[in-house]
């Protein structure tokens, strides 16, 4: 069955028609057509699909599109300002911390997450917020350290 | 970091620790997979996968599926040609046989494992697609299944195809047989050897199936136009081999197709052959829109994708009192899984190659099981071997009351020494590394102390990679900058590191450059990106392009400057007449120019020298005795790059590869039930490290430059995944006495190991 949506993607209306089956997900990347969140198992187990709902951070898979209406959702295409990059997704690339760059936007978002609760951390921190995004490829020492970087950086910008 | 080898200081852009010159599109998440791809009319396909590990295929009915609303076609291999046993295509030395490749693909009159395909539809959207599924009526027989190496070598064992009998026998054997085939390495006398020695060491031990991980599951979209051209967007580590898969299960010619390598979410050996590309291209011919098939993570883990092999290895070592190496003697036994897999040689020969020892036996077996066929993992089958390799020799330098280093020292190939094919070694800096080792904190430190035991392991690991063929070309823009297409899909950095080697030839900076993976109609064939071969030799491949170039570029420049073209100096992106002041830059040279055609300059490599590739890892753990679990509290891992072009892409490299082995030795494991069928099936039952199981990995890097090699470059991302498994195990031995011998080194298996030392220590007290 298909039902009208309408939800607030990057701070963009969006209204579409969506599948009640569809999870968040789906809503994402087949129907609003924002790609960049990633499906690597889609029972929330490894991630990848992690975005900010209403600043919190869960895995896209694990919501129904029909609970969005109302939410403020904020995807990997939300983190850079007019073509400025994010000073984490600034780090992650000086850093060496993507590599096949499929865990990499639900690792920013969780890293977001917690940079905006609390800009201060220690690597336990750092390595407890990312637990729950698998990354394959890189063993995660670069990312922790690109992550650590932006969080002992000045506080000049908004993140 | 760097040893600075000699070649480096007129290096300028090749050695720097660049970012990669695609991370943007990846931290903004414009970098397009395939599953990101939508066309219009796009059709969702799912697969119909095996019940039953082993059963024959009585009868499909696919009517009421295709009856059901909304469904577009359905295809099971009646909609493929049967294709006789042998029908090859080319890879490399070895090629691949398409009846096996058809197979993994779509089951025909068999099936030999849980999740193997049979059918597959397609329809107007993943719901209907998947309800489909439910109502293709699929008769089988079920037949007996052995779902082990230990149950297909037994005498009493079904033979499961028919048509295998073990290869490497003379004469050639009666009877079919699970066992595909038979190595023997050997030299000198190793069981006499053996017998004599004065110190020995044996272990046996049993390594659980794992998997690749990727993060991305497999996904393809393919369309045929009205002519019948087929285009594949496809996740794959090698656009030209998967379109000659694709082709060959399609009798579709090569000029019919073309394969478009999209951004891959890993492979690491699991998506060189073909899962679903062919299936979908038969599907969007049948229904005539373009088609998309996309993995769950369920049908990557329960036979829908090629896993590493499980393996059973016994391994027997003999040293003098002096320390010397006499004799090495090893059993290795391999589940390829349901259809024939690679012959063992060349890990028997890999987890030998590191000592100088007069005697060898050495057999392997590639054996047959109904478990998914299993595929390449980052140097396939090395961390198995090693695990049971490097425990030995930890155990032989325990028998001796040797320093596990310095015992590796006494025995270390070096430069010339035989290598176990009886060939002499290329240049190889193990030495170089183990004292490198020696000097460094990792191995000087004493361990530190805690409230539980802990253990200090070494190990050492070896790979051949491969070379291969790569193809690459480039061509110049109007504003006189480098454009390159490479015939290589992009794995580990080679876009960046590519255009490292560009930059450096072409005296530019990397920005300059313009880099990319091109499909199957637009760059020279290549092989796939796979055996640590692709940065040695593409950097070969561009370096003859760049000359190429730069030779056709001095030509128009001769003539604008009216000299002959040995009179110009080329630096920086400008020639410059070597007497006089008169200079054109490539720029003004291409606008003076526009109107003489393409400027194209070819490079290919083929049958480069190897480039192989050598470690050695340090790792201090700490054992928790009353529950079993392993904590890696420091890793290091030493690595002969050859040179390294770009020292973050080759940390990068490393520490993904150790974790990756990391999570082999402590957590990865398939869990088969007795009917065949993986009990866990998902990543929060099948346990890959996060970031809170490993801790951050030093790497050293070592340069000792591989002789006719352009800028003596060597393979580096798969031998780090070979010794950490050992280099963990033997921790766990300091640490508790305990020797493991399954793998991955779960808790409870920790646990039972530790009970099983104490008890033989009670005994040998009384």
């Known amino acids: 069955m298909k039902t009208l949506l309408k939800c607030t993607v990057n701070g963009e209306e969006h209204s579409v028609l969506a599948d009640t089956r569809d999870t968040l997900l789906d809503l994402l990347r087949d129907r609003v057509g924002l790609t960049g969140t990633k499906e690597g198992c889609g029972n929330g187990n490894c991630g990848t699909c992690t975005v900010l709902m209403d600043g919190v951070p869960i895995n896209a898979c694990l919501v129904l599109a029909v609970e969005a209406p109302g939410r403020t959702i904020t995807t990997i295409e939300g983190l850079s300002t007019n073509g400025v990059l994010h000073p984490l997704q600034q780090a992650l690339v000086e850093h060496g911390g993507t590599q096949c760059g499929f865990c990499t936007p639900g690792i920013l978002l969780s890293a977001k997450a917690l940079l905006d609760q609390n800009p201060r951390l220690s690597e336990a921190q750092i390595r407890h917020a990312i637990a729950g995004n698998l990354c394959r490829c890189t063993g995660y020492g670069k990312i922790v350290e690109a992550i650590a970087a932006v969080a002992a950086a000045p506080q000049e910008e908004s993140r | 970091m760097s040893d600075g080898a000699d070649a ?16 943007r599109e990846r931290v903004t998440g414009e970098a397009r997979y395939p599953a990101d791809l939508a066309l219009p009319g796009m059709a969702y396909a799912r697969q119909l996968r095996s019940p039953h590990a082993h059963a024959r295929i009585l009868c499909i009915d696919t009517t009421r599926a295709a009856a059901l609303r909304g469904v577009l076609a359905v295809v099971t291999a009646a909609d493929f040609p049967d294709l006789p046993v042998g029908t090859m295509i080319p890879m490399g030395e070895l090629g691949y046989d398409m009846w096996m490749v058809a197979q993994i693909n779509m089951a025909r009159q068999k099936v030999h494992w849980v999740g193997q395909p049979v059918a597959a539809v397609a329809a107007v959207d993943a719901h209907v697609a998947e309800a489909a599924l439910a109502l293709i009526e699929v008769e089988y027989e079920p037949l007996p299944a052995v779902l082990d190496i230990a149950s297909a070598m037994a005498a009493a064992a079904p033979a499961l195809h028919e048509h295998v009998f073990t290869k490497g026998i003379e004469p050639r054997p009666r009877a079919p047989s699970n066992v595909c085939s038979r190595t023997v390495i050997a030299r000198g006398e190793a069981q006499g050897a053996l017998t004599c020695a004065p110190a020995t060491a044996r272990v046996s031990v049993q390594v659980d199936t794992a998997h690749q991980g990727y993060l991305e599951p497999q996904a393809v979209v393919a369309q045929v136009d009205s002519n019948g051209f087929a285009t594949v967007w496809a996740s794959t580590q090698g656009q030209f081999t998967a379109e000659l898969m694709i082709a060959a299960m399609l009798g579709l010619q090569t000029s019919k197709l073309k394969v478009v390598p999209m951004e891959i979410g890993g492979g690491f050996g699991g998506k060189i052959a073909i899962h679903g590309e062919a299936v979908a291209v038969r599907l969007a011919q049948k229904c005539r829109r373009p088609v998309k098939l996309v993995f769950s993570r369920e049908d990557v883990l329960q036979g829908g994708s090629g896993p590493p092999a499980a393996a059973l290895i016994d391994i027997a070592v003999g040293a003098g009192e002096d320390g010397k190496l006499t004799a090495i003697t090893g059993n290795y036994r391999l589940d390829a899984g349901g259809l024939p897999g690679l012959s063992p040689s060349l890990v028997m020969q890999a987890s030998a190659a590191l000592y100088q020892c007069p005697n060898l036996d050495l057999q392997g077996h590639d054996v047959v099981t109904n478990k998914p066929r299993t595929e390449a993992y980052r140097a396939p089958v090395g961390i198995q071997a090693a695990f049971a390799m490097e425990q030995a020799m930890d155990m032989l330098c325990q028998q001796l009351g040797m320093d596990p280093l310095e015992f590796r020292l006494r025995n270390a190939a070096v430069t010339g020494s035989t290598m176990p094919i009886g060939t002499p070694f290329p240049a190889i800096g193990l030495t170089t590394i183990l004292e490198r080792v020696r000097e460094h904190a990792c191995w000087r430190d004493p361990l530190s102390t805690g409230r539980l035991p802990r253990g200090r392991g070494l190990a050492l690991g070896y790979w051949r990679g491969t070379s291969m063929t790569s193809a690459a070309h480039i061509t110049i823009a109007g504003d006189g900058r480098p454009m390159v297409t490479m015939g290589a899909v992009d794995l580990s950095g080679t876009r960046t590191t590519m255009a490292q080697v560009v930059a450096e030839e072409f005296g530019l900076m990397v920005d300059d450059i313009h880099i990319h993976t091109g499909d199957s109609k637009s760059v020279g064939y290549s092989d796939g990106a796979a055996g640590s071969r692709v940065a040695r030799t593409m950097t070969a491949a561009l370096v003859e392009a760049s000359r190429d170039v730069l030779t056709q570029l001095r030509r128009r420049a001769a003539e604008k400057l009216q000299c002959a073209p040995e009179q110009l100096d080329y630096a920086s992106g400008t020639f410059r007449v070597q007497t006089g002041s008169a200079g054109i830059s490539v720029a003004e040279l291409m606008k003076a120019t526009l109107t003489d055609g393409a400027i194209v300059g070819r490079g290919v490599s ?114 780090p995944i070979v010794p950490p498994a050992a280099a963990v195990a033997n921790a766990i031995a300091r640490a508790t006495g305990a020797r493991l011998t399954r793998m991955p080194m779960t808790p409870e298996r920790v646990l039972a190991a530790i009970e099983r030392a104490h008890a033989v220590g009670k005994q040998s007290l009384r």
């Open chain 2, 8 to 23: 480096a200081p007129a290096l300028k852009v090749i050695g720097q620790r660049l970012p990669r010159v695609d991370a």
């Open chain 2, 606 to 719: 083929t049958k480069l020298p190897l480039g192989v590739e050598i470690g050695a890892h340090v790792c201090d753990v700490e054992v928790d005795t009353r529950t079993g679990l392993v904590t890696v509290l420091r890793y290091t891992a030493f690595q002969d790059v050859g040179l390294a072009l770009n020292p973050a892409a080759v940390e990068g490299q490393m520490e993904g590869s150790v974790v990756q082995g990391l999570g082999w030795a402590l957590t990865e494991g398939f869990d088969y039930g007795p009917d065949g069928r993986l009990r866990n099936a998902s990543l929060l039952d099948y346990r890959m490290p996060t970031a809170l199981d490993v801790p951050k990995i030093d790497c050293i890097i070592v340069e000792t430059p591989v002789p006719n090699v352009p800028y003596g470059v060597r393979g580096v991302g798969e031998v």
